[in-house]
């Protein structure tokens, strides 16, 4: 393979080692994540990466190449495997015998993820070197947009075909639908870490969105 491949979205593809080239890999990517979290692109250390992995800095660019492949690997491999959590349940919106308290449900359960304090730090750091790595934002918007919206539009859609909703643009309702929920805590929470953001203060924003959304495409 070509040492300088990359897949669609500009993440560098790095070939599969042995056994215990892969121990070395693995040292070497959470040392990384760890280092790359707590300091950031440009001021994250190639010696603290070689320290936390156990392994010499010549492993680390036989492995990588560079610390800029050395970033769009690790970050890029984090993304999908960090939000395959997030994947919610929509079956169970389209058969939901109340629709609000199945929104409210699924809302308040995406948001107490997208809260954790791993992916939090995840989405600081990608979008303080977005202009840098343009990629990462790339993939961050398609993998959340694949694992949550996409079957979320599909359950709107079945809804509004059944006479429960009126949705004549299923995207833009479920955009609306996460902006106004989820949306909310998720961003005062990227801009002030501290910020108190009890289950009480969160079922009440999100039922108010829920209602929002519902007061604007529920059928009579």
């Excluded at 495997?81 to 919106?93: F, G, H, M, R």
């Excluded at 939901?96 to 809260?115: H, Q, S």
């Excluded at 004549?168 to 949306?183: F, S």
């Amino acid at each position: 393979m070509d040492a300088d491949a990359i897949d669609e979205y500009g993440i560098p593809i790095i070939p599969d080692p042995a056994d215990a080239a892969s121990r070395k890999r693995q040292a070497i990517i959470d040392a990384a994540l760890a280092e790359f979290l707590a300091e950031g692109y440009s001021a994250a250390s190639m010696d603290a990466i070689t320290r936390g992995s156990g392994v010499s800095k010549a492993t680390i660019y036989k492995h990588f190449g560079s610390k800029e492949r050395l970033f769009l690997a690790v970050i890029g491999g984090v993304l999908p495997k960090t939000y395959a959590d997030l994947e919610p349940s929509n079956s169970t919106i389209a058969d939901a015998p109340d629709l609000r308290a199945a929104l409210v449900g699924l809302a308040t359960d995406w948001a107490r993820i997208l809260l954790r304090p791993d992916i939090m730090k995840l989405r600081r750091l990608v979008i303080g070197e977005i202009d840098r790595f343009p990629q990462l934002g790339q993939l961050w918007y398609r993998v959340t947009y694949d694992m949550n919206n996409v079957p979320l539009i599909e359950a709107v859609t079945e809804l509004s075909a059944r006479g429960v909703l009126d949705t004549p643009d299923p995207t833009l309702a479920v955009q609306q639908l996460v902006g106004a929920t989820v949306g909310v805590p998720q961003l005062v929470r990227t801009f002030s870490p501290d910020a108190e953001i009890d289950d009480e203060e969160l079922t009440r924003v999100i039922g108010s969105g829920v209602d929002l959304f519902l007061a604007r495409y529920a059928r009579a």
